[in-house]
């Protein structure tokens, strides 16, 4: 009896993340904005900022063609996009940029789009490195993915730590 309720209590702390509940505004290199009252809100795009509670921000620019080279990983790739993910930090603390690839979920037109690494490819090397971001300030990196042949959707959902809710920014590719 104590093992079920216990169960159903850790159970019900584990619920799935809300999306999109920050604020969305344009792009800029400016000062990270306040965070808006949390309301359901159109999916973020490129160009835009999403701010969480915290006030980390998370802007995303338009994904751009790339070539993987020969030795890129997954080999065999139809078509390959490159996204420049900048992180602002308007909080009070210092933030673990690698902690922003949990619940790091990317899709193209409702598949899986594979992450690619190239370290000696256009593409690049395949994305988030450790870094701290102080507060106030910003840090920039790039990942491509695989995606398919035809221009389609390309949907990012990001979260800053296991607790917050995931940004979800959705875009042609």
Not at 3 to 24: D, E, F, K, R, Y
Request: a neutral charge; hydrophobic letters at 40%.
């Amino acid at each position: 009896m104590i093992v079920a309720v216990a169960g159903s209590v850790l159970l019900a702390g584990c619920s799935m993340p809300n999306a999109n509940t920050g604020s969305v505004s344009p792009a800029s290199a400016g000062a990270p904005s306040a965070a808006a009252p949390a309301e359901q809100k159109p999916a973020p795009t490129w160009g835009q900022r999403y701010t969480w509670k915290s006030g980390l921000a998370i802007e995303l620019a338009a994904p751009v063609a790339c070539k993987p080279s020969s030795y890129a990983s997954p080999p065999n790739v139809e078509r390959a996009v490159k996204v420049k993910f900048t992180i602002v930090n308007g909080t009070d603390k210092p933030y673990e940029a690698a902690g922003l690839s949990f619940g790091n979920d990317v899709q193209f037109s409702g598949a899986k789009a594979e992450p690619i690494f190239d370290s000696n490819g256009s593409c690049g090397g395949g994305g988030l490195d450790a870094a701290t971001v102080m507060p106030g300030k910003t840090y920039t990196y790039e990942q491509a993915y695989s995606v398919g042949k035809a221009k389609g959707e390309l949907q990012i959902a990001l979260q800053p730590d296991f607790g917050s809710d995931k940004a979800v920014f959705v875009g042609p590719a």
